[in-house]
Structure formats: C-alpha cells, structure tokens
C-alpha cells in the first residue's frame, strides 16, 4: 500500500507538471506504469498463495499442495514404501524435490528458493528416515 501511495502521488505531481507544460500524453503514460507496478503486485500476492503442508508419522507421509486459486490436492503415502528423491545441480543447488511410492510421484517445494529446499530436504529426509526406525 505504502509504495502504490508513493507511486501515485509521485505519478499525480510529476503528471501535473507535464500536464502544465501541455505534454499531455505523458501524464496517460505515467497512469500505465502505475496500473502495470499495480498488475505485477496482485500476480505477485496471488502466487504467494500458494503452499503445501507436509506431515510425517510413523503411519503415513501427508502432503497438501494448495494452488494460489485455493485449490488443494491430498496425497497419502506409507513412510516404509516412501522414497526422497533430490536432484542437484553443481551451481544452483537443489532443482527439484520428488516423493514416490505405491506408484505414485508428487514434486515438492518447487516454489521454494535453493536455501529452503536445501533446509527442506534436510528436514524432511531425516523425518522420514525417523518414522521408518
């Protein structure tokens, strides 16, 4: 909110000046990169939306991906038939986190930056490996 005011009243002084010295055009442009800084916040907010819960116990691995439009999906798998799949990259770290079993494969955390799938991966391997002992 603060930095959409701040657009705005930078837009609406910088916009009269123009308006003044009869380049009126310009004070049109100057709407658009506001509506355009706008657009780009709403995406933004709307994809951060989006989550997954991740529950391990000894009786099952549940996860909850829910999308930004609210929309969820529950998969269910048995910890002893449960692989953690990590793909690596020499540079970027961690690309993608996969669970498989029972015939199934779900990818996780791909919203996440390379430090928190590294701490993810982490967390959830050893909370696997817990509920298989």
Do not use: C, K
């Not at 930004?68 to 990590?86: E, I, M, Q, Y």
């Not at 970027?92 to 996440?112: C, H, K, P, W, Y």
Request: a neutral charge.
């Amino acid at each position: 909110m603060l930095v959409m005011g701040a657009m705005l009243a930078g837009w609406a002084v910088t916009g009269v000046v123009f308006l003044s010295q009869g380049a009126w055009p310009v004070f049109g442009f100057f709407g658009l990169d506001v509506l355009a800084l706008y657009i780009a916040f709403r995406l933004n907010y709307r994809a951060a939306r989006a989550h997954e819960l991740v529950s391990v116990s000894r009786t099952s691995v549940d996860i909850r991906q829910t999308a930004p439009s609210g929309a969820s999906r529950d998969h269910h798998f048995n910890p002893f038939w449960t692989r953690f799949n990590v793909a690596r990259h020499d540079e970027v770290g961690i690309t993608s986190m996969v669970v498989e079993g029972q015939g199934r494969s779900v990818a996780i955390g791909s919203f996440l930056n390379p430090d928190d799938r590294d701490s993810f991966a982490t967390a959830f391997g050893q909370a696997l490996a817990a509920a298989r002992a």
